[in-house]
């Protein structure tokens, strides 16, 4: 199973995304693959990468999303293995609509378990696919902003471009 690797540059810094066959399979605010592969399922590792120029629909949905349309990125398929709640909330995730972020107690309630909120929050913590599966889109019931893997700076960065 050969995957392409391909890093582009944001104003976030370096945005680095494995696919394989245009579906995302790890994606975030690194340089290094290394950083994206420990997310990934085990059954999901590829053997091999190849560095690719451009990913065709995923790249122009990472471009579209700095340009300021967050939607095409919801449009890019990914493919996450986890637990039924977990698989679950991820899908969630790519319904809370850009520009209103929603709390950890309130995605929990949305992933169909109000009282679910470690578990809920454990799902944005173990997402693979961070742009295109939208974790940042959470945040803690005062308000502030909570956790995020590649940095509060970047989460910060992106709620503000999602704005409205």
């Known amino acids: 199973m050969k995957a392409q690797l ?9 945005f680095t995304i494995l696919a394989r066959d245009g579906v995302v399979l790890a994606s975030g605010w690194t340089a290094e693959v290394t950083e994206l592969t420990g997310q990934i399922h085990p059954a999901l590792l590829p053997s091999s990468m190849e560095t690719v120029s451009g990913l065709g629909a995923v790249s122009l949905a990472v471009e579209a999303f700095y340009d300021g349309d ?15 709640f977990r698989a679950h909330a991820w899908d969630v995730l790519r319904l809370v609509k850009p520009g209103f972020p929603v709390t950890y107690t309130e995605y929990a309630a949305l992933a169909g378990n109000a009282k679910a909120v470690r578990a809920a929050a454990s799902a944005c913590a173990f997402n693979a696919a961070a742009l295109f599966v939208p974790c940042h889109r959470v945040i803690r019931t005062d308000g502030s902003l909570g956790g995020f893997r590649w940095g509060l700076r970047v989460k910060e960065s992106l709620l503000a471009r999602e704005k409205i």
């Open 6 to 14: 391909l890093t582009m540059s944001t104003p976030d810094g370096p």
């Open 70 to 84: 967050p939607g095409p990125a919801m449009d890019v398929p990914v493919r996450q293995q986890s637990g039924p």
